[in-house]
């Protein structure tokens, strides 16, 4: 089925060059499977979003056609038009509209709050401490979700034991209910094995999608799995408008810490409130019950001190969290002593909330 598909899309033309979308080489990640469904993502370079939106509808149809297709689950990316003499884009007016992620964000009418867990650099473990962080919310009564934002390296799929691609019904995609969580990621739409080779552009604009093309429902909170670093995933979620605030996580080394300094100052500088700094891998305790500072001691208790940020807690280095990531159960859904710890960092975050907005998040 998967060459039929190809043979469809292949009669779609692409309006900047007159060739067609698989001549152009614009579709990434086309797969499909033994019940019909078919994903695959459009690189539409050099146009703006409404024509990257024009031409996956196309797409989508010509998949649609296909004997024995039954649902198109496609996203597409688009470069920013630029911008036109009178300052606008695509607007000869120059009459200022919305970003296209503030208009994306507004899809999610539903969700009462969105966190970003964000971490300066890579390697702290933030994915696994987002993850298991939505579940314990979920397990305290909250309906939660969970936006695996790092279009590169997707690990909600891992982290989760997500095997099944997402669902289209109505036109929207489905987030896929696990562990109490509606989770969503880049990884459920395309090829597992697809090397996403995206500009910056493209990263937001898939984003975008994941924002306002999933039926997100009503949530209390939107846990956002950001990628490390501060850059486009970050700027778009702050241009959104839509964040609550920020959870920053790091481990005690200094290099992590300098970097936890730099995602503090980013948030602050857009008045994205800090609702605090979690420690992970914090220490390794032995069966004796001795603790050993692997990655040295208290350095996030200091640097939240330091930044004026609120503690949320310290996550030791487990050694079955690794285990139960990898294998897509996460503890704190489990009876493990990392439930309580996860717990109580999730009541903390509930108070955060609270501080900054004057409500709660039920």
């Known amino acids: 089925m998967a060459i ?8 779609v033309a692409n309006p900047k060059t007159g060739r067609n979308i698989i001549a152009d080489g614009l579709v990434q990640g086309l797969t499909t499977n033994d019940d019909g ?40 990316t688009a470069h920013s038009a630029a911008p036109s003499p009178t300052g606008g884009h695509d607007n000869p007016l120059g009459v200022r509209k919305k970003p296209q992620i503030e208009q994306a964000a507004e899809a999610m009418a539903g969700v009462k709050h969105v966190i970003a867990i964000a971490s300066g650099k890579g390697g702290v473990g933030k994915s696994t401490v987002a993850a298991n962080l939505a579940v314990a919310l979920a397990a ?24 099944d691609k997402a669902t289209v019904r109505d036109g929207k995609i ?16 395309v090829d597992p094995d697809q090397a996403l080779a995206w500009r910056g552009p493209m990263v937001m604009g898939a984003l975008r999608q994941l924002m306002s093309d999933v039926d997100w429902g009503t949530l209390d909170v939107m846990l956002v799995d950001t990628p490390p670093g501060t850059g486009d995933a970050h700027l778009s979620l702050i241009q959104s408008k839509r964040l609550t605030g920020a ?27 800090i609702l605090g700094v979690i420690e992970n891998m914090a220490w390794l ?10 990655f040295g001691k208290g350095g996030a208790t200091r640097v939240a001190q330091e930044l004026g940020a609120p503690f949320l807690g ?24 990392a439930v309580k710890t996860f717990a109580q960092i999730a009541d903390k975050i509930i108070a955060a909330i609270q501080g900054a907005t004057g409500s709660t998040a039920e």
């Open 4 to 11: 039929r598909v190809r043979n469809a899309l292949a009669q």
């Open 37 to 76: 469904k078919v994903r695959f993502a459009l690189e539409v370079a050099g146009g703006s979003a409404g024509d990257a939106d024009m031409l996956l509808a196309a797409a989508k149809k010509a998949a649609l056609a296909v004997d024995g297709v039954s649902a198109v689950a496609a996203v597409a």
């Open 140 to 163: 305290a009564g909250y309906k939660t979700g969970l936006l695996d934002a790092d279009i590169y390296g997707p690990s909600l799929p891992t982290l989760f034991g997500l095997k």
């Open 174 to 189: 489905l987030p896929v209910e696990a562990h109490g969580v509606r989770a969503m990621s880049i990884g459920m739409l």
């Open 247 to 273: 959870v920053i996580v790091s481990t005690p080394q200094e290099m992590a810490l300098a970097d936890v300094r730099r995602g503090v100052a980013l948030f602050r500088k857009t008045e994205t409130p």
């Open 285 to 294: 305790e032995t069966p004796d019950g001795e603790r050993h500072y692997v």
């Open 314 to 337: 310290a996550v030791p280095l487990y050694p079955e969290l690794r285990e139960a990531s990898d294998a897509g159960a996460p503890l704190a859904g489990g009876d493990h002593p």
